[in-house]
């Protein structure tokens, strides 16, 4: 059992049926929205994930998904990093003033593997989709910013 002293609310994910027959694959949305906090539990550093943000869980291909499924205990690690791969950005408090704060994909993999730690995910797993996020930023070129689905409009 762990603690979320770095995820402002633990994670719940509700499957969107219309949604996901309309893109072709499995989507849910983050109940509630959290904050996961940067480095420690009092950072001035932070992303946010809006209720409502529509996830894949953890992208990993469908052949593996006996070792490694899309819903699992690293979830709430894998919509963070998904969050962070749509917006390429943190908040940072400075002054008394919210910035949002560019972050390459290697820091974006760093917060990703962080949080992992501070969830306790089973180390072979988290070596694992460490593995997989790293060759996949080796072989892919970075593009923009993928589209953002919300339910709140």
Request: aromatic fraction near 14%.
């Given at each position: 059992?762990?603690t979320?002293?770095?995820f402002?609310?633990e994670?719940?994910?509700v ?9 072709g694959?499995?989507?849910y949305?983050?109940?509630?929205g ?16 809006e209720?409502g ?29 998904d ?5 390429y950005y943190i908040i ?7 910035y949002q704060?560019?972050?390459t994909?290697?820091?974006?993999d760093?917060?990703?593997k962080?949080?992992?730690?501070v969830?306790?995910v ?11 996020v790293?060759?996949?930023r080796?072989i ?9 689905y919300s339910?709140?409009?």
């Amino acid at each position: 059992m762990s603690t979320f002293t770095r995820f402002s609310a633990e994670e719940q994910l509700v499957y969107q049926r219309s949604l996901s027959h309309v893109v072709g694959k499995a989507l849910y949305a983050a109940l509630p929205g959290y904050r996961y906090y940067i480095g420690s539990e009092d950072s001035n550093r932070w992303v946010d994930v809006e209720t409502g943000f529509i996830t894949d869980g953890a992208t990993i291909p469908r052949i593996f998904w006996w070792l490694l499924p899309p819903i699992e205990e690293y979830t709430q690690c894998t919509t963070l990093h998904d969050k962070l791969c749509t917006t390429y950005y943190i908040i940072e408090m400075r002054d008394g003033v919210e910035y949002q704060v560019p972050v390459t994909r290697a820091e974006i993999d760093e917060i990703l593997k962080e949080s992992m730690d501070v969830l306790e995910v089973t180390p072979w797993k988290k070596k694992f989709i460490m593995f997989g996020v790293n060759l996949n930023r080796l072989i892919k070129k970075p593009t923009k910013p993928k589209p953002v689905y919300s339910l709140a409009a």
